[in-house]
Structures are given as C-alpha cells and as structure tokens.
C-alpha cells in the first residue's frame, strides 16, 4: 500500500533532489577545475612543469609506463601487498582480540605492552623489520600490518568488552558455554564496530603499504615515488600519487559499499 | 506442592573493595504455581536471591533446592528489566534462541514456541526485528524466549520497571496471564508494592541490607480476578498500608 503524497511533500523531495544534484555537480566541478586551472598554467608556463608536472604529462607517463609493460605491474606489486596485510592485520588482530577476550588474565596481563605498542611509531622500527625479516616484499607486509594490528586489537577487545552484561547475564541464565557466548552474542554484537574498523584500516593499510615501500622495495607505487624523487621526474612522482589516490578511494568504496550493505540488514 | 526451598541462605560478596554481606539468614519456600513477590528497599539483596536460585551464583552459606516436579527439565528461566532482545535477530530469531542454546530445536518445541507466539498475538511480527515491536510487545517476546524452555520456575526482576506506566499495567495483566495459563510457577522482584500486590499469591518483605526476611504475607484474592481489578480492591488498600509500614 503506497501512503498518499500530500503536494507540499512533493515539493519538500523536489527541493531535496535539486540539494543532492547541487552537490554532486559542486563536487566535480572542484575536480574539473582543478585540473583544468593546473593544465592551463602549465600551458601559459606560469609554473615550471618540471617540479609542478601536468595533466597531460601524467597521461603520457601513464601510457609510457603502460608500453613499458610496467604499469600494471607496480599497481599490482603495491594493491597486492596492501590487501594481504589489511587482511592479516584485520583478521589476525580480531583473533588476536578474542583470545584476550576470552582470557581476562592474558588481557591484564598484555595490557601494558599494547599500549605502548599502540603510542610506538611503528616507522621506527622499519630498520629492525628489514634486518629481522629480509628485504622484499614479507617486508612491507611486515610494516603494513604493525600498522593496523595493534588499532585492530584494542578497538575490537573494546567492543567485545562493551557487551550488555545483562545479555551477557541472559545467556548464562539460559545455560550457554563460553563458546556460544562468544558466537551467538559477542560477535555479531561487534559486527558493527568491525565494519568501522574496515574503514579505518582499508585507510591505514596504505600507510603502511607505501611506508613499507619507501624504507625497501624493487616495486610498487611507493618504489615508483622514491624512485621519481630521486632522478627528480616528478612527472612519475605525480603520476604513481594519483594513481594511489585512485585505488585508495576505489578500496575505500567497496569497504563502504559493504557497510551499507550490512547496515541495510541490520536496519531492515 | 513445594517446588523451591531456601533454607537458611547467606550470601557475601567479595571484591577488593572490601566484602559486602547482601543476604543474611533467608529461608521461605515457593509453592507449585504460586506467583511469589519480593519487595524491599533498593541494593538491599532482591537480585542476588534471583541469582542464587537461577544457579548464577552459589550461596555463601545455607541451601537451595528445586524440587523437580515437572520431570522433563528443572531448567529456571530468567526475564530481566531489559529485555535483552537481539537486535540482529528477527523474533522468531530471538525466541528460538535458547531451543539453540541447549541444542533442543527439535520440530516439537518449535512447534510449542510457534504456538505461544500464535496464542499471544505476536505471530504475524515473527520476522520483525525487535526496534520495530512496541516495549509492551518486546517485553512478551522476552518471556515466550523463556516459556521456550519449559521453565519449572520462572523468574522475573524488575520485568516490568523499563515501561511506561499505562503500558506496565497492560503487559502485567498480559504475563500475568500466560503465567497462569502456562501453570508456571514466578517470583517477581519489584519495588512496585502495588504491582505485588496485584499479581501475587505471597509477598515476602526484605530488610535493608543485609536481606533478611521481615515479613511474609498470603493474598486471599479471588484467584481470577485479574491484575488489574485486584489494584482497586479494599484487600489491596490494606496490605499496601501493612507493606508500607514494614518498609518504613
Ligand atoms: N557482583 C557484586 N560484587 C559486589 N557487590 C555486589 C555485587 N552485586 C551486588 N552487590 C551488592 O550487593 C547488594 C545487593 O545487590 P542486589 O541484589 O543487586 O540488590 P537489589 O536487587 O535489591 O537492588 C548491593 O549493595 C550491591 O551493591
Ligand atoms: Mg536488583
């Protein structure tokens, strides 16, 4: 049954509609701009293409590094080893978080050592990473998931931790194990702060990635960063930035995507 | 029939805080299928009697028995102030919850909790999620989950403190209601002297803390009269006045 629509509310969604195509077009527009102000002073030579590179220079890089064979093999390099850390980090943190959730002596015990873990910069340890584990790529997967496993750790123990005691009470009343505390309640009681910590961490894994990168690698964007700095091409600087800003927002969407996708059943 | 029995039941806390003696020499018993009230002032011990007879806790000191009278279970269920729903579960989802827990979904006791469903109006919100369902209607959900398991005894702590007051009355005539009809035997705690008044057989008044029992009274209500008109009856001016007293 479709509830009637009274005319007032018609123009209320018009309004609504008109808001949200205003927006979209504001936001495109800065992106046309941009672009096109940076073209354009490129071309009238007030800034020196030489440290500042252009839009179409990043195109030609892009087709270079394409004929090269090259291009999807850095993008590759770089999007591989920050998929297998944020999964490791992700996973391994949450199970990480369980057993101390489970275990409230180990939780008391390690406490401690995670927060000083967690206020470490994790880039000084960078020089230990490269000697303990070799240089390549476990490396910078290494550094990619000290990035994100500590955060990981805390802020799931902390959502298990904030389980109603009451429904913790009510299980227990209903003679439940352990075991089914955890799975019946507790986890999909924290499905929500999962998915928050996916957004934070499909951030994060980047950091980490091209951190790793920049401290040894032979490939990848970050490789492809440092290497353009240090022959001063900073047409290839700009061009691998982009392309990185470019993954990170398509990783971020899908991470965003499957929020949604959660949220809608949760809400239905 | 007497179907619980505390015999002189201690109980201290421990915490490093220091020991808190919550209940102190509690003895009564529960007959089969009363409806048995607890009231007395707040933090005086009422949660942690519920406590001891869920088998949550051990007593310090005394005993406790359940006389199993219904031979297929002595399971005591438990309803708190919240319902404690699961929001990522649906209702049918929530009621099936502790069928789960004791690996007892079996196509019979689906059946027995469907029918509860059906027989108190919330069969058609079956695959609702609990924020769609009114507090009145959640807090029924709440108690068929319990019914599910065929409890001997059946608990209730503050059950009905979380709701509204025109809503309480009416979801106390409601569980009032299936209690009798499911011939469960209850214990409510409530600091509502009116609300044990209207649903009880028995009243136990508790001291401040240390618990102990101060007074027990017998309700000669009419037994089928319901919640609600027992409220203005004259019996009730009087007990509430003698409940009173003993509370002061
Ligand atoms: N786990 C606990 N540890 C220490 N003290 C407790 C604990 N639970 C309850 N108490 C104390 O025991 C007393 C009785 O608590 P409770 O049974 O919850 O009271 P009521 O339900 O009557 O309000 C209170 O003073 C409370 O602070
Ligand atoms: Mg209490």
Known sequence: MKPKISNDYKIYLKKQKIHKGLILTAQIGILVVFIGLWELLAWLEIIDTFIMSSPSRIIKTIGELYRGGNLFYHIFTTLYEAIIGFLIATLGGTLIAIILWWNDTLRRILDPYIVVLNSLPKIALGPIIIIWVGVGTSSIVTMDILIMIVITIISMLNAFRQTSESKIMLLKSMNATKFQILYKLILPNSLSEFISLLKINVGLTWVGTIMGEYLVSKAGLGYLIIYGSQIFNLDLVMTSTIILCILAALMYFIVAFIEKKVNNKLNS | ?248
Not at chain 2, 17 to 24: D, P, Q, S, V
Not at chain 2, 180 to 203: F, G, P, R, Y
Not at chain 2, 211 to 231: C, G, H, V, W, Y
């Open chain 2, 1 to 248: 029939m007497k179907i619980l029995k505390l015999d002189n039941v201690d109980l201290t806390y421990f915490s490093t805080n220091g020991e808190t003696e919550a209940l102190k020499n509690i003895t009564f018993t529960v007959d089969s299928g009363d409806f048995v009230s607890i009231v007395g002032p707040s933090g005086c011990g009422k949660t942690t009697i519920l406590s001891l007879i869920s088998g949550l806790m051990k007593p310090t000191k005394g005993k406790i028995s359940i006389n199993n009278l219904k031979n297929d279970s002595s399971f005591v269920g438990y309803m708190f102030q919240k319902d404690n729903l699961f929001e990522w579960r649906t209702i049918l989802g929530n009621v099936y919850l502790g069928l789960e827990l004791q690996k007892r979904k079996t196509k019979e006791n689906i059946e027995y909790v469907n029918n509860l469903l059906k027989k108190y109006n919330l069969w058609e919100f079956r695959n609702k999620y609990p924020k769609q369902l009114s507090g009145g209607m959640r807090q029924r959900v709440a108690l068929i989950r319990t019914l599910a398991l065929k409890p001997s005894i059946l608990l209730l702590d503050e059950a009905f403190s979380a709701l509204d007051y025109q809503t309480r009355l009416n979801v106390c005539d409601d569980v009032y209601k299936i209690i009798k009809q499911e011939k469960v035997t209850a214990i409510l705690v409530t600091h509502d002297i009116s609300e044990a008044i209207s649903l009880s057989d028995k009243i136990i008044i508790l001291s401040k803390r240390p618990a102990t029992i101060k007074k027990e009274i017998n309700l000669t209500f009419d037994k089928s009269q319901s919640p609600l008109n027992r409220r203005g009856s004259n019996e009730a001016k009087k007990v509430f006045d003698e409940i009173w007293r003993e509370l002061q």
